[in-house]
T-cell receptor, first 115, second 113 residues
Framework: AQSVAQPEDQVNVAEGNPLTVKCTYS??????LFWYVQYPNRGLQFLLK??????LVKGSYGFEAEFNKSQTSFHLKKPSALVSDSALYFC?????????????FGGGTRVLVKP | ETGVTQSPTHLIKTRGQQVTLRCSSQ?????VSWYQQALGQGPQFIFQ???????GRGNFPPRFSGLQFPNYSSELNVNALELDDSALYLC????????????FGPGTRLLVL
């Protein structure tokens, strides 16, 4: 069975400071990894994904994530946070297999960026 | 290009009733997945449809059923509603059932009284 852990329920950061949202995963074999963001009363918006190749993945709105196989982690980062980055962030994993791309999500991390 | 749309946006039902939620996939996408997001939790996979066939199911009882139409739009049906079915129901579409990115709709918020 696959699982995702987001150890922090909330991350507080000042505007302009670096932002990191942590994610660790457990899956059989090699994973596909994703980050999504959810604004209030909205669906999930895709930020970025890791499939294979370079461990540093760049995504939308200046976000990036680093895949670390030995630590089974996929932390989301942004060098300089904006107030508008305040939202709920979800990490998700999907196993590489022949059929089906079911996503297993973590519990989410609320990010609050203060002016 | 039209994104994923869902209807209705909000719904109130009473325990024991039945509900149908609808999803229109993004143009060109042939795969639809449904997720349930309870308050304060991450989304949970219900099932996926690929080219009109069920292609995987999560840990949900049989009273959760679905359908995909030839135009790849989809329905989620829930029978015998329970209070715990109150949640945001999210539909996601993708180009295929492999590693393709899933794009989510805005969701349908269901309240069961």
């Amino acid at each position: 069975a696959q699982s995702v852990a987001q150890p922090e329920d909330q991350v507080n950061v000042a505007e302009g400071n670096p932002l990191t949202v942590k994610c660790t995963y457990s899956v059989s074999g090699n994973p596909y990894l994703f980050w999504y963001v959810q604004y209030p009363n909205r669906g999930l918006q895709f930020l970025l994904k890791y499939i294979t190749g370079d461990n540093l993945v760049k995504g939308s709105y200046g976000f990036e994530a680093e895949f670390n196989k030995s630590q089974t982690s996929f932390h989301l980062k942004k060098p300089s946070a904006l107030v508008s980055d305040s939202a709920l962030y979800f990490c998700a994993v999907s196993p590489i297999k022949a059929a089906g791309n079911k996503l297993t999500f973590g519990g989410g991390t609320r990010v609050l960026v203060k002016p | 290009e039209t994104g994923v749309t869902q209807s209705p946006t909000h719904l109130i039902k009473t325990r024991g009733q039945q509900v149908t939620l609808r999803c229109s996939s993004q143009s060109g996408h042939n795969t639809v997945s449904w997720y349930q997001q309870a308050l304060g939790q991450g989304p949970q996979f219900i099932f996926q449809y690929y080219r009109e066939e069920e292609n995987g199911r999560g840990n949900f009882p049989p009273r959760f059923s679905g359908l995909q139409f030839p135009n790849y739009s989809s329905e989620l049906n829930v029978n015998a509603l329970e209070l715990d079915d109150s949640a945001l129901y999210l539909c996601a579409s993708s180009l295929g059932a492999g590693q393709e990115t899933q794009y989510f709709g805005p969701g349908t918020r269901l309240l069961v009284l």
